[in-house]
Each structure stands twice: as structure tokens, then as C-alpha cells.
């Protein structure tokens, strides 16, 4: 039934012809929420987010469902929708607004074949594109906390299929470097009898604050101490944190940064004069050693970009006896580093793991138990001081 992507489209095309649009239903919400905006970027970014904030997404596919959009005024009355049904009320609110906005299908990640197949299931996902000074935008509004202008990594460098009237334009959504994802956690520390106490800044960036949003405002509100507690310290009950500081949780843009001050408890072993220091209370990917059995690869769902980085100042009197050896592993998939580094009275250890297309394929695993071993031997490795 379907010899090439034309054929393809023109059903789909078929399916979006039976659409009657109602914008007078939505018309006084649309007025409310662009009333102060002034560019038009205000006014797209207002009314994205006003979709992502108020349209439970939720996927619900039965018969031509899944495939047909739901009706934009259905969407806006029952606050919830499929990924179709939510670009299609993202498309109407922004035409009614006066914009040139259009349903879109794509391919996730997850889909491991492209528009070359002529098949109905080449297209798992549906967003809405909105061109503006010959610019477009991919507009995903299941992805509650991506801010405008972002994309998230499930939809990057993937093709997709814009509507045009009785043609469609090909395009790709454009992917990201890794810098947009980060997450950084930087501590300054000093030495209290067995613990190391100090402040502990975190920021994230990209794909890791995205994440942070979603599992912060799904978690009940009476659970959210515990929660941020349990993000802080990575799960290590040995951490202690206190007087946490947010930002604007709503605000999409940016990074987010928050900080806290920080116990980090049996952190220090003390024999006679010399003092072994665990300078990294994470050990991020520590037991990631992958089995033999496992077939399929490891997909995180982000570009991984994790940084650490702690600042001990040696008290008066102690000298630096011994500093563990850099550690460098680099592989096409995935790199660590570990350094150290003295100057003055401060000694900064520095940790960055970074697997940059987010995924472990299964070539890889071999090479990755490898490095896995080599990292959990480097972070057994103790810095020591003496007095």
C-alpha cells in the first residue's frame, strides 16, 4: 500500500483534513496568556509552555487513533492529550495567535530505521513545528520542562516530516554539544576530626535539569526534603546536607543551580600523624561493571557530562604526604578522568565522566568493564596528609 514516503504522507495528510478546528473555544486563554508579551518569541514561548503546564500527557492510541490527531478544542477541554493531540492544540493556539505552526512526525531514538522505510511505523511521535522569519522551531510539548529553543536528546538529529499542504517538507531537528548537558557538583571542604565539612554547589544544564524538574515535581510534596536530600548526597548516607538553597523551579532556561552546606561523615581515617582522606563521596559509575549475559545496549536517555570537582584547604600545620596518581581512560564511547592537583594550602581533586551520544552499545562492553575497573581501583586510591 505504501511504495515511498509520499504515499505515507498523503494518508496522513488525509487524516489531517478531518480536523475541525474550534479556536474560539481557546480564545480567551490565548489572550490572557500573550497579553503581556511583547516579541514574538515571548508569544510562542508563552503559549509552548502554557501546553507543557496544563495538558497532562498521557498515551492513549485505539484504532485511527493512533495515527489521527484528537481535535485541538477536545485537548484544551479534557487537559490531557496524546503526543498527537498536544501538537495539535500547540498548532491551533499558535495560528489562532497568527503564527505559521504545523503538525510534524518524527522518529525517536528508539525507532532504529528512518523515512528510506515506506511503513506507518517509521513515525512514533508527532510535535509541531512553527517557522518564524524563515527559522524553525520544534516545539515537543510532552516534554514538560525542555525550555523553547531546546530539544530533547530522544528527538535530536532525527528526520521528520512537516506538514505542507499536499506536500510535506524533510527536514532534521538539529542535535545539541555536549556542554548543554552537565551536571557539575563543586564542594570546598575542610577537615573536622573524621568528616569534611563545607559548602556544595550543584549545577545542571541541558538534559540533567530537565530530568531534576520532572522527578522533583512528581515527587509528593510532603516527600520533596527527603527527595532533594537523597539527589544532594547521590544516595550516600554518609552525606549530610542542610540549609539547601533552590532557584525559580518553573524557570525553564538557563541552568539551575542550587547550593547547600555538607557533612561528609568517616571521610577521614586517622593513624598516629597521618591523615587518609576519601576525597570523592560519589564514586559515580563505581559498580557499573556490565554482565556477560546482558544482550542489549545501555541507553541513559542523556548525553552523560558529570563533573565534580573538591576544593580541601590543609589545615595549618599538615603537610600533603601523598597524592594519588591521574587517571585518563579514553574510548570513542566514553571517557574518565581523574586528577589532582596542589597549590598552596589547597589540594583540588577533579572528576569528569562523559559518554557523549549517551548510550553503552554492546561492541563497547568489553572496553567499558575494563575502564570500570580501572576507575573503581583509582577511587580506592586515598589522599594522605600528615601532622
Known amino acids: 500500500l505504501l511504495t515511498s514516503i509520499n504515499d505515507l504522507y498523503s494518508w496522513y495528510n488525509t487524516l489531517i483534513k478531518q480536523l475541525k478546528p474550534k479556536p474560539a473555544i481557546f480564545q480567551t486563554v490565548l489572550t490572557q496568556i500573550t497579553k503581556d508579551k511583547k516579541t514574538d518569541e515571548e508569544k510562542i514561548k508563552a503559549i509552548y509552555y502554557w501546553v507543557q503546564d496544563n495538558i497532562r500527557y498521557i498515551a492513549f492510541e485505539d484504532g485511527v487513533a493512533a495515527f489521527k490527531p484528537d481535535e485541538a478544542q477536545d485537548v484544551f477541554d479534557k487537559r490531557y492529550g ?51 522569519n524563515g527559522k524553525k522551531y520544534y516545539l515537543d510539548a ?18 521528520v516530516m512537516i506538514e505542507d499542504g499536499n506536500q510535506f517538507i524533510q527536514d532534521k531537528v538539529t542535535g545539541s554539544d555536549l556542554s548543554r548537558d552537565v551536571d557539575f557538583r563543586e564542594i570546598n571542604v575542610s577537615l573536622n576530626g573524621e568528616t569534611l565539612e563545607g559548602k556544595y554547589a ?22 520533596r526534603k527527603e527527595f ?3 539527589f544532594i548526597s547521590s544516595g550516600n548516607d554518609k552525606i549530610k546536607t542542610t540549609d539547601i538553597k533552590l532557584p525559580d523551579l518553573e524557570e525553564r532556561s538557563g541552568s539551575l543551580d542550587m547550593t547547600s552546606s555538607a557533612v561528609f561523615k568517616s571521610a577521614v581515617s586517622s593513624f598516629n600523624k597521618e591523615h587518609y582522606i576519601d576525597i570523592d563521596p560519589f564514586k559515580t559509575f563505581r559498580d557499573w561493571e556490565i554482565k ?6 545501555i541507553d541513559f536517555g542523556e548525553k552523560i557530562n558529570r563533573k565534580l570537582s573538591v576544593t580541601l584547604t590543609v589545615p595549618k600545620g599538615y603537610t600533603v604526604s601523598d597524592v594519588p596518581e591521574n587517571v585518563q581512560i579514553t574510548d570513542p564511547a ?17 572528576r569528569e565522566i562523559i559518554i557523549p551520544d549517551g548510550v553503552i552499545r554492546k561492541k563497547s562492553f568489553e572496553s567499558w568493564n575494563a575502564a570500570v575497573s580501572k576507575l573503581k581501583k583509582a577511587y580506592e586510591s586515598q589522599l594522605v596528609l600528615k601532622n
Open 228 to 230: 532533594m536530600e537523597n
Open 142 to 159: 510532552t516534554e514538560k520542562y525542555m525550555p523553547f529553543g531546546e530539544n530533547a536528546l530522544r528527538i535530536q538529529d532525527r528526520p
Open 202 to 223: 550543584v549545577t545542571l544544564k541541558g538534559e540533567a535539569k530537565k530530568n531534576f524538574l520532572y522527578s522533583y515535581h512528581y515527587t509528593k510534596t510532603d516527600k
Open 334 to 350: 566514553f571517557s574518565f578522568s581523574l586528577a589532582y592537583k596542589v597549590t598552596g594550602d589547597k589540594i583540588v581533586y577533579t
Open 82 to 132: 496524546d503526543c498527537k493531540g498536544m501538537a495539535n492544540l500547540t498548532r491551533e493556539m499558535l495560528r489562532a495567535a497568527g503564527y505559521d505552526a504545523r503538525l510534524t512526525w518524527i522518529g525517536t531514538r528508539r525507532i532504529m530505521y528512518d523515512q528510506t522505510v515506506p511503513s506507518i511505523a517509521i513515525y512514533n511521535h508527532m510535535i509541531c513545528t512553527v517557522i518564524l
Open 292 to 297: 556477560d549475559t546482558r544482550q542489549g545496549d
